[in-house]
């Protein structure tokens, strides 16, 4: 493992080494990336193989490699992407490269249950850990003489010095750089609020459900309660169920909503391609969504959308391609919409419409559906009102069903939680965020959900003023950009900002 020293200039010490780049010496530009899941390694990625002068990257993350992150960690071999493998890539000049990754390794004869009805391949969310690992390695010595390095520590504070950005690591580190990245991804998730301190800590809940060591520990026979449908509920199904569950497994939620399954294959519908379906991201907004005005509300959107679905299903045609072309632009819709319009997604519409984004791989579909057949996965639409344990160790929780006149009670012996992700809660939770927040080098975004940025990823301060050497990716900035969760959306989002980081660092 490298220490880190090589590649950014840390306090007391002369600087980073110089890196030879043709006839001249040239000081590499140190750049510090805080998290080493997707973001930070796509960011990575990206700054090496587009600019033309040296940078050592330092990217300081606390799991042994750098790529798998909260997301792509998980060992189980039910854990699925939720997407193709074109739907995945580190660098969008390189739109293919995780499926010739796969080929390369021979990943479908190891893993054959990746070939979904119709071909199309749902790779296992490890592999493409690994993909995103084995792709920093690639460039960690690069022609350019720019460098990688991973420094497994864990950043705890972060501060503005004399035009560069310091960090201050669990280990004892000071690194100085010419420009940092926040890449910390995700929040954990919490326990809903009727959890107590007493019953959080209880052996028999599950805090989170990246712990499948504790969920496979589970007996067989316990009555188990999933809170949350989503798609992490869907991975711990799966787990439970691959494993020889025999209880019966009640999966809840307050609206019910479940991931929409994938589009069905049909031999009349023509695939596009990874060149047409990135063109369409970046290319013009279809006129339908233009029709809902400017600027738009969500309920002409809404209006909008419905008409064209209508006239899609006259032709045959289904509801995934008026709606995929909504999100696939809704980056660029998101802007225009007035603030009201947006604090009225976060709260109204975004279970909704993520019900719809994230769609579930149809492996993990078809398992579930069918012991849900069986009796052995219930699904319930209803709110908890409260939780307590029992003497014998039982989780009591008293439910009221969505339009239920009175409540319930019901016990069980294991809970999981599988509330989500909530990018919002990290700038509470996370001590080098919350140190950026105290010093007001970040804001929380007027959305209320992650932190203010500027279109090139440029962190707003508590005074509006941007800085420029500190740098915001991935999903604590879903409340700027609408949609930083899925993996194509944080590449491209790098992609359309690398122009101003190369500026900043001097590297056009």
Known sequence: MNDGLRVAREVGHAGARSVNNASNTLPPRCVTIIGGG?????????????????????????????????????????????????????????????????????????????????????????????FVADTVRAHAAWPTGSTIHHLQDVVTDASAAGGTMEVRTQGGRVLSSDMLIVATGNALPRLPAEFDARVSASAAVVTLPSDLER????????????????????????????????????????????PSPQRPPSP????????????????????????????????????ALRERIREIEATGDLWYTPYDELRDVFWQVWPTLPLREKIRFVKRLRPWWEAYRFRSPPQN?????????????????????????????????????????????????????????????????????AALLRQGLVSVDATGVGLAVDAGCRAIGADGRVHDGLRIIGPPTNGAFGDQVGAPFIAMRIRRALPSMHETLGTP
């Open 38 to 130: 997707f973001s930070g390694a796509s960011a990575a990625v990206q700054l090496v193989r587009t600019s033309p002068v040296p940078l050592a990257i330092t990217i300081v993350e606390p799991r042994p490699e750098v790529g798998g992150g909260l997301a792509h960690s998980a060992d189980d071999p039910d854990h699925r992407l939720n997407g193709t493998t074109f739907q995945h890539f580190v660098d969008p000049e390189d739109p293919e490269s995780f499926s010739r990754w796969c080929t390369e390794r021979g990943l479908l004869h190891q893993d054959p249950g990746a070939v979904a009805p119709g071909g199309s391949l749902f790779m296992r969310r490890k592999d493409f850990g690994a």
């Open 215 to 258: 969920v496979r520990a589970i007996p067989k026979s316990a009555r188990v309660l999933v809170l949350g449908t989503g798609l992490t509920a869907l991975d711990i199904l799966s787990t439970l169920l691959r494993s020889g569950h025999e209880g019966v497994i009640t999966a809840v939620s307050r609206r019910g909503l479940r």
């Open 268 to 303: 009349t519908q023509r695939k596009i391609s990874v060149s047409e379906l990135l063109a369409r991201v970046e290319g013009p907004v279809a006129p339908f969504i233009l029709a809902a005005g400017n600027p738009p509300t969500l309920r002409r959107l809404l209006r």
């Open 365 to 433: 579909e078809a398992l579930v559906r069918a012991a849900e057949a069986r009796g052995r996965v219930v699904f319930q639409t209803t709110r908890i009102r409260s939780v307590a344990q029992e003497p014998d160790g039982c989780i009591r929780v008293v439910l009221q069903d969505r339009g239920g006149p009175s409540e319930r009670v019901a016990s069980f012996d294991a809970v999981i939680n599988c509330t989500g992700l909530d990018a919002a809660a990290g700038a509470r939770d996370n001590p080098v965020l």
